[in-house]
Each structure stands twice: as structure tokens, then as C-alpha cells.
């Protein structure tokens, strides 16, 4: 059974209580609640004291016994800058979605150590958060290119695409004039103009580890929580190019 989140239809919780009603053996939570470090966590809490096998993908609630699957965000942030810094970029801008997620979080903490290691002093933080979405992508993008930003670092693929749109706007070329990185590796992005340079989460391996760690639990064997990271992959296409002379 699969509940899909959208902003019409119906909540997690509603899906978990009509999951609960047709005595589901176990849950998979991918990229819920979990992942924003300001919910209520009771919720879980009561699935672990009714014995309710879950596990949690993309997000981590600290002290859940429930087993934990992550990209690694932090990683992901430091793939992306060091090939703009490859291409010698310095100028390099971060948007994203609020802070308040932890893959928000984790990223960021990745995108601000790699700059100090390797952008070097001077460079300043360009950081901008808004909505996951073109829009707020598109937002973002247009204040970070107004502060001088050759290359943006987004939080996801339709980010990505709202900063290709708001440099557009602004009379700028990708990648020749500035260079966009997104998050994910949507199924489209190899066909976007120009296609879309990303860092591809391992879906498929989350997702097998996810169903084998469910299992385990229906089968009552023990599990003592914790967090798996799984590592990104930077998929270079057209969107990067080379720093535009006198720029980096």
C-alpha cells in the first residue's frame, strides 16, 4: 500500500491511521515528518509502544530504535562544490529549502566546510532558503546572482530549474555566464535545456535496504537503530561550465 503527500490530499498521519485500520505488517516512512527537526515526534514514539515495525528514510528522529537510511547530504554538498571549484568557480551560491530539515541541515554543513577548505577566504557565504520548488528556486537564484554569485549549488532538481529560469531573467546564459547544480537525478533531468548537472541520490539502494530492514523487523529479529548513509554520485551534464574569465 502506498500514500503519496500532496498539499491537497491527505496528511502522514492520516495515512498512517488508515495503514494502522488494515493492519499493515510495517511502514516505511520516506522523506515524512521525520526529516523536519521541529514536529512533534510523539507520533512515533506511540508507533514503537504499540510495536508497530517502521523505518525511516531520509530523516532521523534521535532515540528511535526504528532503523534510519539516508543519502548522504553532507557528501552530496561537497561533491557539488568541489567540481565548481574544479571549474573555477569561487563565487558559489547555496539555496535550498527551509532550514528547519535536517537533509537542509546536513548539506549545508557539507557546502560551508568544503568552501572554507577550498574556495579559500574572501568568498563570503552566499546562501539563500526558500520553498522546494521552481518558484522558490527561481526566488533564491535571483538574489544570490544579484550578490554576485557565478554558480548556484540547489536543493533539488526543480530548485535547479527555477535557477536556470531566474538567470535567464536576468539576461545570463547556463552554463557560459553562471553554472547550476541540482539535487537527485529526477527522471527528466537528462532533457532539460540545458541538461541538468546533478547529484543523484542511490534510490534503488535505499529503497532495497529499506524493504530488507522491514522485514527483519516483522520477523521480530532486533534491531538497535542507529543511521546508514548511502553515497551520492555528482552526474556532470551541461548545466556547469568553466568560471567566466576575471570572474573566479
Same mark, same amino acid.
Given at each position: ?9 491527505? $496528511?502522514?498521519? !492520516? ?10 505488517? *510495517?511502514?516505511?516512512?520516506?522523506? =515524512? ?14 508507533? !514503537?509502544? #504499540? ?7 531520509? *530523516? ?5 530504535? /526504528? ?6 547530504? +553532507? ?6 562544490? #568541489? ?28 557546502? %560551508? ?14 546562501? !539563500? ?7 522558490? *528556486? #527561481?526566488?533564491? /537564484? ?12 540547489? =536543493?533539488?532538481?526543480?530548485? +535547479?530549474?527555477? /535557477?536556470?529560469? &531566474?538567470?535567464?531573467? #536576468? $539576461?545570463?546564459?547556463? @552554463? ?28 534503488? +539502494?535505499?529503497?532495497?535496504?529499506? &524493504? %530488507?530492514?522491514? /522485514? !527483519? ?7 538497535? =537503530? $542507529?543511521?546508514?548513509?548511502?553515497? @551520492? ?7 556547469? =561550465? ?5 570572474? *573566479?
Amino acid at each position: 500500500m502506498l500514500g503519496t503527500l500532496t498539499p491537497e490530499g491527505s $496528511g502522514e498521519d !492520516e495515512y498512517v491511521g488508515m495503514l494502522l485500520d488494515r493492519k499493515v505488517s *510495517g511502514i516505511v516512512f520516506v522523506s =515524512g515528518l521525520h526529516a523536519d527537526t521541529r514536529i512533534d515526534r510523539s507520533r512515533y514514539d506511540d508507533l !514503537e509502544r #504499540q510495536g508497530v515495525p517502521f523505518v525511516l528514510v531520509n *530523516g532521523q528522529v534521535p532515540g528511535l530504535r /526504528a532503523p534510519s537510511l539516508s543519502c548522504d547530504d +553532507a557528501l552530496a554538498g561537497r561533491l557539488a562544490v #568541489q567540481h565548481l571549484i574544479r571549474l573555477g568557480h569561487r563565487r558559489i551560491g547555496f539555496l535550498s529549502g527551509p532550514d528547519r530539515y535536517s537533509t537542509v541541515q546536513r548539506r549545508l554543513a557539507g557546502f %560551508r566546510l568544503t568552501m572554507r577548505q577550498l574556495a579559500g577566504p574572501g568568498t563570503g557565504e552566499l546562501i !539563500e532558503l526558500a520553498s522546494f520548488d521552481i518558484p522558490g *528556486g #527561481q526566488s533564491a /537564484a535571483t538574489r544570490l546572482l544579484e550578490r554576485g554569485a557565478t554558480a548556484l549549488v540547489c =536543493g533539488s532538481d526543480l530548485m +535547479a530549474l527555477g /535557477a536556470i529560469r &531566474a538567470a535567464r531573467r #536576468q $539576461g545570463l546564459r547556463v @552554463p557560459e555566464d553562471v553554472s547550476v547544480v541540482g539535487a537527485d537525478d529526477s527522471l527528466l533531468m537528462p532533457f532539460t535545456d540545458p541538461a541538468l548537472t546533478t547529484v543523484r541520490q542511490p534510490v534503488l +539502494a535505499i529503497g532495497a535496504a529499506a &524493504a %530488507r530492514a522491514l /522485514a !527483519e523487523l516483522v520477523k521480530g529479529r532486533a534491531n538497535h =537503530g $542507529g543511521e546508514r548513509l548511502f553515497d @551520492p554520485e555528482l552526474v556532470i551534464r551541461a548545466s556547469t =561550465g568553466p568560471c567566466p574569465p576575471g570572474l *573566479g
